[in-house]
């Protein structure tokens, strides 16, 4: 993912940079409600494709009206707003490649949010907020095959079963590893791994690309920072 987000990000398009650095500072500065208008008007102004990312702009303006203003949140949210307004406008060359990474970022983060407001099982919350979370991937993702080309024999219930089972898989994931006695670092780690590697195979077989040699090495990858990660964790039991 670092590969290629760096790849998204080596060529500066200022005009975006701009509108990020609004976007961000806005949210941290202004009042939530100027806040609202002033990212409703630079994502439907122009109104081109606003449908086609609006499953990346709602997860964003969730976490934007509900966490508390830091200088590190404003800096990930302009990357965020860069992102979704370069695929939207067509700015950027390769939209799927930003659209990937826009879509595991955000699963990444929702995931440490996830982790570190539960970090144990406790009631019915934690289910009720990993099925928001589950149906979100789903949203995210379903958005994102949009962007597979169908000439390429990709069909749409091909994706759909994508879709579905990336969120199921994103679900069942966080719904294990919050049972685990870890640290929520040590777990928002081991789901990002998980996540990472499952919808990159997920995607690539969206995509018709996917391979058995391609898998191997995907788990084998998984397999590996997995020992790493539980190797070296604290448990509490």
């Not at 976007?23 to 409703?40: D, E, N, V």
């Not at 970022?105 to 144990?120: E, K, M, N, P």
Request: net charge positive; hydrophobic share 65%; with cysteine.
């Amino acid at each position: 993912m670092a590969v290629k987000l760096k790849s998204v990000l080596k060529r500066i398009h200022w005009s975006l940079a701009l509108k990020a650095a609004v976007f961000a500072a806005s949210w941290f500065l202004l009042p939530l409600w100027l806040f609202f208008l002033i990212a409703l008007y630079l994502y439907f102004v122009p109104p081109f494709q606003s449908g086609k990312l609006v499953a990346p702009f709602l997860v964003l303006m969730f976490f934007a009206t509900t966490l508390t203003p830091s200088l590190w949140l404003a800096a990930l949210f302009g990357v965020l707003w860069y992102l979704i307004l370069g695929i939207k406008d067509l700015v950027f060359i390769d939209r799927k490649e930003a659209y990937e990474s826009l879509v595991l970022l955000l699963i990444f983060f929702s995931g440490i949010r996830f982790f570190a407001h539960f970090d144990s099982w406790s009631g019915i919350m934690p289910l009720l907020a990993d099925l928001l979370f589950g149906a979100a991937v789903f949203l995210l993702c379903k958005g994102f095959l949009g962007y597979v080309d169908e000439a390429h024999g990709v069909s749409r219930e091909r994706k759909a079963i994508a879709a579905v089972v990336a969120a199921l898989v994103i679900f069942e994931a966080a719904l294990i590893i919050v049972f685990l006695p870890l640290h929520f670092l040590y777990q928002a780690s081991l789901f990002f791994i998980t996540a990472l590697v499952f919808l990159e195979s997920v995607f690539e077989y969206a995509r018709g690309a996917l391979t058995r040699r391609m898998l191997l090495m995907n788990f084998s990858i998984f397999f590996v920072f997995l020992v790493i990660i539980l190797g070296s964790a604290k448990w509490t039991l």
